[in-house]
């Protein structure tokens, strides 16, 4: 069985359910409140200094983190829910070798992932765009970093989709994926930033800000490999997990 | 194509015939399971188990719930490892064969489907993953009857109607083996008749058919051969008549007396009317020349037709798994 079908199989299986509308639709809402925050938000002082530079409107549309969070959701879900709807069964069975299954997944929720992000990305960036003639200030972002903030949302939402997969594997169970996939994500960093010094500057959202230009903590290479890498450690311990355990 | 059309618009219209009919299905493949132990933890869910199943015939496969056909049925399609002995199709294993899914169609999970993805949507997956034409999701959609209600969430669907998209699942790639876990499950009637159709057709074409079933009468119609399994050990494998013709009945005028006789020789005898006797494990000649030697008059001696329900429940219900195995 080649890898393409199987691809081709695992994306039609997460674009013929309405997940990824609900997913549009936090996205939406996203976009929303920032558009809300332009025309309505002042600072202390009663200003709209947050939006009167070019580096304060990137921080403000900067998705790339808010992308990795939602992209793991996303993949904790679409995994998981195969082993409880027994979906899985099929998909083993027309390629009992799984790790190539997986690795169809994989690249199917990763796609998603980064497409997902993506369109959260250019939602927010939209959203300012149209709210941004309700107050005195231009759309000052230029084309390049526009260009920017989208390729680290959609790699973001790429690299956090895997980590979700791999957690929905390992936990094959929505719920408990989703509560592990919280926890990796919004309840451990802050742990771990206290109980070791030097690592604030590798935690996955910081990351993100570092690859969508409003961040400098480590250089975008280094970012780029620290971000893949959490995807892809979670991802083998999945592809590891499925191959060993029994599917039913 | 040799399918009969249907009138009915209802989502639970009758199934049609499969095209299976139509044509030889080639191959031949024998299934074989040597050995077979499957462990988890200390509980010993298939024991030693060793069967085959050959082409161009239906074998039902029995036994009491928890006996360990469903994990059988995994371990022969790879979806669990076996802690000893292997099972192989064709004489490969399932995931060593060149087009696993389209060599043997399955149903083991009967609702393997996303609740909110719909009928066509969840063949058309199969089809992306098995390479089958799309034109093959509507043709099985037509022959299970569900072509009406093809784009309504499965999550929608009864549970007949969740069988039939399992059936049309496991027939999608056009198989030439079928492996059906409890297939008959919620189906009405029309749709067993059409289930047990469509299996003879696709045995007669040469295809290899295994199918679990707790409904005895269903598969009574249904099978060539059994395989019946307790506590995950073999009690009683080969042709369906041959074993339902292998007791006697046997009256008397002392059946009491005769009884005693014939269970010292290690047969087992039952009470059946006044003066009657079905026995089990010994021949026509070894009852007459028991009944002889005791002095008794004997008024009927004949081969007695069990029900497979009867056959079921004594071969189940000893404390003690024994084997028997009658050669095809």
Redesign the interface.
Known sequence: ??MT??I??EL??LT????PWAFLLVLLTIAAINAFAVIAGTDFDGSKGFISTEADQQSLVAFAANGFILAALFGAIAVA?EYG???V?????????RHRAVLAQLTAVATNGAVLSLVGAGLTIAALALSLPTTEYNFLISANHVAQILAASAFAGGAGAILGAGIGAVVRNVGGAVTGAVLALIVGPPLVVQLANGTASWMPNVLATVLAGVGNDVSTPAAVGALAIWGLVPAVVGVLAVERR??? | MTTTSTTANSPNKTPRRSSASASTIGGGYQLEVANLTKRYGDAVVVDDLTFSVPPGRVTGFLGPNGSGKSTTMKIMLDLASASEGHATIGGRRYRDLANPARTVGAIIESDAFHPGRSGRNHLQILADATGCNYARVDEMLEEVGLIDAANRRAGAYSLGMRQRLGLAAAMLGEPPVLILDEPGNGLDPQGIRTLRDLLRSHASSGGTVLVSSHLLAEVEHLADDVIVINQGRLVVQGALDDLQQSAALVRTTDPDLLARQLERAGATAERQDDDGLIVHGISLAEIGAHAFTAGLVVHELSPHAGSLEQLFLSWTTDSETTEEVIEL
């Open positions: 069985m080649t079908r199987l081709r199989a039609r299986k013929s359910t309405r997940m829910r709807h027994h979906t069964v099929p998909t083993f069975l027309a390629s009992p070798k029994d599917v039913v």
